[in-house]
């Protein structure tokens, strides 16, 4: 699946649009990484558990953008976004779109 945050792909054409689609994935904190976090954010630096925690959850919602598109029957994923937003204090949603597409060469 080749899923790109252009409007198209490079040498292939869009042959039908399906739709729009989306995954998403609420993440809350961890009482241990918290803790390390406070630690870290004392003497400065990147906090890495956060780190790591945003990039599976990126991962989970692009997955299950993904998943939504290959229901639909497509070959492509255009117009990609990612957005987050905070559902209550210590959780967060981060969530991607795009239109579901059937390309050619």
């Given at each position: 699946m080749i899923v790109a945050s252009t409007d198209d792909i490079p040498g292939k054409r869009i042959v039908k649009t399906l739709g729009?689609?989306?995954?998403s994935?609420?993440?809350?904190?961890?009482?241990?990484?918290?803790?390390?976090a406070v630690l870290r954010n004392l003497v400065g630096?990147?906090?890495?558990?956060?780190?790591?925690?945003?990039?599976?959850?990126?991962?989970?919602?692009?997955d299950r953008m993904i998943d939504d598109a290959r229901r639909l029957g497509?070959?492509?994923?255009?117009g990609v976004r990612f957005a987050s937003a905070s559902i209550t204090t210590g959780a967060a949603e981060i969530l991607v779109y795009g239109t579901a597409v059937i390309i050619e060469e």
């Open positions: 729009l689609v989306r995954g994935t609420v993440r809350g904190k961890h009482l241990g990484k918290d803790i390390l630096g990147e906090i890495t558990e956060y780190t790591k925690m945003l990039a599976e959850s990126r991962e989970q919602a692009l497509a070959t492509a994923v255009v």
